[in-house]
Structure formats: C-alpha cells, structure tokens
C-alpha cells in the first residue's frame, strides 16, 4: 500500500515543570528511533525564520520524544547529556543502549552510551588505531552478523567517506573491540552522499542515483550486481531508503528523493513542502527491480528532515542480542 498521512506532532517542549517553550530542534543533530520513541542528540542551534542561526547553549542534550499509546499523545523529555558537544553525531540503537559516534567540532575520540531503562550513562574511549583522517564523520551505519570468522559476532559497520575515499570501521559491543572492513565499494560521485540498506545477513544494497543500485556482498567483499530500475529517473538523487519486506525472493523497498529545486514556487513557498518517493521491489537471486508505485507526501514547507522507520526497531530490541531479519513486520514513516 501507499504511504498515508497519520498525523502531527505538536511541537511544544517541557523542559521542567509548568514551563513550555515553543521552540525548534537544534541543526545538525543525531537522531534514530527505538520503539515508540525518537532520539535528537547534540547540534548547533537552529535558524529562526529569518533565517538567523540562534545558538543554543544546550546543544549537549539527548531529547526524547515519546509516543503514550494509552493517551495517544506525544511528550518530549531529557535523557541527559552527552559528554562533549556534538554536531551531526550518528546515533546507533543496538540492545536497548544508544552508541553516539563522531560529531563534527568534536574531539570526543570516545563513545558517548546511554543505556534505556536505567537512564545511565557510559563513555568508552576509542583506540588509536581506529581513529584515521576523517574518524569525526560516519556518514550512515550498519549491523552486520559476521559468519566469516570462528566465532559469530554481530558487529556495528560505520561507514566514511572523504575525498572520495571509502572507508568501513567495525565496532563489536560486547568485545569493546575496533576493527577494518574491506570496502570494495563502486566509486561515490564527488560531493555526494551514499545510501547503504543491509538486506538479509551479507547483503547490503549501494545507492547514490534512484536509477542504479549496486548489490554488495559483505561476507565475500565483491560486488554482485549492478541493478537499474527503468521507472526512475538517474538524476534522483536519494536521501532516504527503508525495506519494509524481505524474504529469500524479494525485497520490497521504499526510497526517498531530494526534492527538486525546479518544482518548488518561490511565491508559494520558498521551502519544498513535499517528499517524493517510489517502491521498488527487488527480486532475489537475480536481483531484478521492478518500480511499484511512485507518489509524494504532502508534508508542508521544511528546510530539513528527518526521516524514520517505525518498526525497525525491533531488530534492536531491548536486551535481544539478535538482529533479526527484515522479515514482514508493519512499517510506520516518521
């Protein structure tokens, strides 16, 4: 089925008791979701609607906006603050604990902890073999069950790009331990930004342009396939991309595009107010695509975004060692 717009989100945020402020998210913050619940970690204050930056000297908290099922109602809170001031951290949900890595304008070469149920805090120290040029700036994640070893493990992959290199930086929880991951990666376009979605156990799905996906195979470290899917555009540029079904035949996945400079009115509205977005099925072993259906939400005007999938969460269940796969469960976009 399409998507369908389920609602908003009031913005107001408690930060104590009777006293409510209107005020904007942080730019340039971490963020992920667990449950019914979303994670904003760090920043660097917001642009006003004049569009001045309005620096904020709390840009060090981790806000959480939660769901109550029983009310149907949304309440943000504090979690606590990170260690050292972060802009653009990555925030991993992984055994009911967040990981906040890198950060720009950052010399945390740690890992800041936040562990879900017991609110506490932790912070582990990074090696320096692991910290190379460019360490700060993960540009997206992935777990990843390594079978290619004695002894299965589960590991964290970051992934990094610089200069048109392309790195991958393993993290193993339990081990507390650092390690490199061949990256026979198809060259990144310069001065773009790469999408990567792990299919299955040693799958992971490379996409920059809508048009051209590259198959990947993690445990033999080669590409398998280079996939085009005639329905879209190679000009679309992604910014988004979820599966929302996987089996051993196929893939049903959703992608989300960078609007377009050229369908937003300036009368109108000097910010797009629309997400475009296709589903794609990709069939497995021969990994064919098949476009299903392209639509857009209609979401208002925004300067950023941010979205979530609702319901991937449970591969990081609290206190669930397993990933899990992506298997048939019900999807929610944020």
Known sequence: ?????????TPDWPLRENLLINSPLPEFLGFCSLGSSFYFAGGMGAITDKGIIEEFDDTTKLWCLKY??????????????????????????????????????????WVDIYTIRSRLWERREVPSSAIKPGYMYPRSYFLWEDTTKPQKRTLIVLYFCRDNRQWLLSYDVNANSWGDVDCNFPPVP???SRQLLRLGCNHLVILDFAKVWYIYDLAKKELLAKVVVNDLDDSEIISDIFCCHHTNEESLIYVFMEPDEKVV??????????????RVKLQHPTFSAKVESKSSLKVGPYIHRY???VGDEARFAIGDDAIGDEGNQEKTLV
Do not use: N
């Open 265 to 278: 009115d300036p009368e109108e509205s000097p910010h797009p107010q629309s997400v475009c977005y296709a």
């Open 307 to 309: 979205i979530f999938a």
């Open 1 to 9: 089925m399409d998507l369908k717009e389920r609602g908003r989100v």
């Open 68 to 109: 109550d099922d029983s009310t149907y109602t949304w309440t943000w809170s504090i979690c606590g603050y990170l260690f050292r001031r972060r802009i653009r951290p990555l925030v991993v949900p992984y055994q009911g604990k967040l990981y906040i890595f890198g950060g720009e304008s950052s010399v945390a070469y």
């Open 190 to 192: 310069e001065y773009h």
